[in-house]
């Protein structure tokens, strides 16, 4: 005799939705965080070696222009945060970086906000920035007879002015990547506003939630 069960209703039970759901995301979003992260920050530390071993340190070589009086290259040392920010607390803000870092990972990979392709992305970004920098204000660049207060300073040569009266202050690729990280983040809080809980899914665009398939043995409601 068949022993089989059925709900009151007369369907057959449903299974557990996380059976069907698979993982909480893709495997490939690790390649894409730490790919990101570690060519974004190997690009900024390549570019930074080869642009001072080219122009020297800051003040030896005049300005590199690319677009005459708007875009050049111009080493300097930035004791300071992003664009020149926070002088004098370099170690300050190294201490900051490695807990952001530490932040980010466990964003998203134990609390799985790397369902989110974009998120992944900006994420990735911002990390590569934050790791390009960090080894600036670790001192590691920094060799006897170079001023103290560059120990803890931040290489920089990409100048862009509108004027010789509007200058804004040099950066480097790793400030871009932190720059273009925030500006992903701020339009994902923006314009796509994260589904309700338990509704995302690895495959989902943001704030889009894919309609359930009936189940076998449902039948559809009547119109």
């Not at 495997?27 to 080869?50: H, T, V």
């Not at 290259?73 to 490695?98: C, K, P, R, W, Y």
């Not at 920089?156 to 720059?179: G, R, T, Y």
């Not at 506003?193 to 189940?215: C, I, K, Q, S, W």
């Amino acid at each position: 005799m068949n022993s089989a069960k059925v709900n009151p209703s007369g369907h057959a039970p449903t299974p557990a939705k996380t059976a069907s759901q698979g993982p909480a995301f893709p495997a490939s979003r690790y390649a894409l965080f730490f790919g990101l992260a570690i060519a974004g920050g190997a690009l900024d530390l390549w570019s930074k070696e080869a642009i001072f071993q080219w122009r020297g340190l800051p003040g030896t070589k005049d300005i590199h222009w690319i677009i005459e009086g708007y875009f050049g290259i111009e080493t300097a040392v930035n004791i300071g945060a992003v664009f020149g920010l926070g002088a004098g607390q370099g170690l300050v803000f190294a201490a900051i970086s490695v807990f952001a870092a530490a932040a980010i990972i466990i964003w998203l990979f134990f609390f799985k906000a790397a369902r989110s392709c974009w998120l992944t992305f900006a994420l990735g970004c911002i990390t590569g920035g934050i790791i390009g920098n960090l080894y600036d204000r670790l001192g590691f660049w920094w060799e006897p007879g170079m001023p103290d207060q560059w120990q803890s300073g931040v290489r920089d040569w990409i100048l862009w002015q509108a004027s010789d009266q509007w200058k804004w202050p040099n950066f480097n690729i790793a400030d871009s990547l932190l720059v273009t990280g925030a500006i992903m983040l701020l339009v994902q809080s923006f314009f796509f506003p994260p589904p309700p809980h338990g509704e995302a899914d690895g495959n989902e665009l943001p704030g889009r939630r894919v309609p359930d398939e009936p189940t076998e043995g449902t039948k559809p409601a009547a119109s």
